[in-house]
C-alpha cells in the first residue's frame, strides 16, 4: 500500500514561490510516474503535473510555465516547484503514484494559501 507525505505549504503572496514534497513508501518508486493534484474548497481534486518514471513532464495548462515537478529517486522523493503563485492557485495539494490514485489512498495533504 502507497504510503504519501506531502510537506512545504504555506501562505504566500501573489507572485511568491513555494516548493513541495512528496515522500513515498510502500512503492517501488523509480519506476512509478508520479502526480501532483489539488483541490480548492468546493470543487473537485484535479490534477496540476505529472512526471514518468523516466522524467518526462505534463503540465494543466493553468500552471504550464509556472511549475515544475520533478522526482529524486534515491530519496523516494517528489517535488512540485511553484512560482509565480496566483491567488486561484490556493488548494490543498496532494501528491500519488499514477496507477495508485484508482485504489484511493491519499496523504493528508499540504495547504497552499495565496493572498493577493
Known amino acids: 500500500q502507497v504510503q504519501l507525505v506531502e510537506s512545504g505549504g504555506g501562505l504566500v503572496q501573489a507572485g511568491g514561490s513555494l516548493r513541495l514534497s512528496c515522500a513515498a513508501s510502500?512503492?517501488?518508486?523509480?519506476?512509478?510516474?508520479m502526480g501532483w493534484y489539488r483541490q480548492a474548497p468546493g470543487k473537485q481534486r484535479e490534477l496540476v503535473a505529472t512526471?514518468?518514471?523516466?522524467?518526462?513532464?505534463n503540465y494543466a495548462d493553468s500552471v504550464k510555465g509556472r511549475f515544475t515537478i520533478s522526482r529524486d529517486n534515491a530519496k523516494n522523493t517528489a517535488y512540485l516547484q511553484m512560482n509565480s503563485l496566483k491567488p486561484e492557485d490556493t488548494a490543498v495539494y496532494y501528491c500519488?503514484?499514477?496507477?495508485?490514485?484508482?485504489?484511493?489512498?491519499w496523504g493528508q495533504g499540504t495547504q497552499v494559501t495565496v493572498s493577493s
Open positions: 510502500g512503492i517501488i518508486f523509480s519506476i512509478n510516474a
Open positions: 512526471i514518468t518514471s523516466v522524467g518526462s513532464t
Open positions: 500519488n503514484a499514477l496507477k495508485y490514485v484508482q485504489f484511493g489512498s
